[in-house]
């Protein structure tokens, strides 16, 4: 039995689709109708608790286990630091980081006490690799990472297992989902330069690699014996670039990424 956040559209949605396929229980949660083939909808508000808890005892209450989580709801921002509100950064990891923590939190109890369970966070490139001009949904990431990582070594021993998923860029609705900040444009110093960060990348989500390839690495890791921590997905470029962010120095890494969205010229 797996329960997928933000499973109305994007990576949710194609990975709920295809578990259902395989042959998993799949409850998807989301404010909107997820209106998959397969998967139970529960209308599920990830910075509410209270949705949260409900949402998580249906699933005890109808399937009588709970196997895995898998945490994919989330939005981005873009614009620069200075140009952004505390409200907007706020909204952003209210989503993107306490909806994970919450979900992750009701799901717990009950994993440990059946002795089993797997939680999965869909998190990004973005959360390994800075992205000039998206910091906060970087920084939201980040979070993720260090959240997921911590709270693996803390229920080990109870039998659950925490994965990191790492998409770099897919092409999925959130693309046209993404929030610019209200102080952007052309009154804010930062114009020129987000302008052409913005639209490289979006030219690399548009292009990005077909969300379908979420499925068949969920249903890898949901059935795998020993999970790896974490697992990267999308083009080999990416994953190239991901690698080369573990490996080489700041002062040779970062302007690798400045040039490629504009920033330095």
């Given at each position: 039995?797996?329960?997928?956040?933000?499973?109305?559209?994007?990576?949710?949605?194609?990975?709920?689709?295809?578990?259902?396929?395989?042959?998993?229980?799949?409850?998807?949660?989301?404010?909107?109708?997820t209106?998959?083939?397969?998967?139970?909808?529960?209308?599920?508000?990830?910075t509410?608790?209270?949705?949260?808890?409900?949402?998580?005892?249906e699933?005890?209450?109808?399937?009588?286990?709970?196997?895995?989580?898998?945490?994919?709801?989330?939005?981005?921002?873009?614009?620069?630091?200075?140009?952004?509100?505390?409200?907007?950064?706020?909204?952003?990891?209210?989503?993107?980081?306490?909806?994970?923590?919450?979900?992750?939190?009701?799901?717990?109890?009950?994993?440990?006490?059946?002795?089993?369970?797997?939680?999965?966070?869909?998190?990004?490139?973005?959360?390994?690799?800075?992205?000039?001009?998206?910091?906060?949904?970087?920084?939201s990431?980040?979070?993720?990472?260090?959240l997921?990582?911590a709270?693996?070594?803390?229920?080990?021993t109870?039998?659950?297992?925490?994965?990191?998923?790492?998409?770099?860029?897919?092409?999925?609705?959130?693309?046209?989902?993404?929030?610019?900040?209200?102080?952007?444009?052309?009154?804010?110093?930062?114009?020129a330069?987000?302008?052409?960060?913005?639209g490289?990348?979006?030219?690399?989500?548009?292009?990005?690699?077909?969300?379908?390839?979420?499925?068949p690495?969920?249903?890898?890791?949901?059935?795998?014996?020993?999970?790896?921590?974490?697992?990267?997905?999308?083009?080999?470029?990416?994953?190239?670039?991901?690698?080369?962010?573990?490996?080489?120095?700041?002062?040779?890494f970062?302007?690798?990424?400045?040039?490629?969205?504009?920033?330095?010229?």
């Amino acid at each position: 039995m797996v329960l997928v956040t933000g499973a109305a559209s994007g990576l949710g949605r194609a990975g709920a689709r295809h578990l259902a396929a395989a042959g998993h229980r799949v409850f998807g949660g989301d404010l909107e109708d997820t209106s998959v083939p397969g998967v139970t909808g529960l209308r599920m508000d990830v910075t509410e608790p209270s949705s949260v808890g409900a949402a998580v005892d249906e699933v005890v209450r109808s399937a009588g286990r709970f196997d895995a989580l898998v945490n994919s709801a989330g939005f981005g921002i873009a614009g620069a630091v200075e140009d952004t509100s505390l409200e907007e950064a706020r909204a952003q990891f209210e989503v993107n980081f306490f909806g994970v923590l919450g979900a992750s939190r009701a799901a717990l109890p009950v994993m440990r006490r059946q002795g089993h369970g797997r939680i999965i966070a869909i998190s990004s490139i973005g959360g390994q690799v800075p992205l000039p001009f998206q910091a906060l949904y970087s920084a939201s990431k980040f979070a993720v990472e260090g959240l997921m990582e911590a709270l693996s070594e803390e229920v080990r021993t109870f039998g659950i297992d925490i994965v990191l998923i790492e998409p770099a860029d897919f092409r999925t609705g959130f693309t046209r989902a993404r929030r610019v900040v209200a102080g952007a444009g052309s009154d804010s110093a930062y114009d020129a330069a987000f302008t052409r960060a913005l639209g490289v990348i979006e030219k690399d989500e548009r292009t990005g690699s077909d969300p379908e390839l979420i499925g068949p690495l969920l249903e890898r890791i949901v059935a795998a014996r020993h999970p790896r921590l974490r697992y990267s997905t999308g083009s080999a470029v990416e994953r190239l670039t991901l690698g080369l962010r573990r490996v080489l120095p700041s002062r040779a890494f970062v302007p690798l990424i400045e040039r490629h969205y504009g920033v330095r010229r």
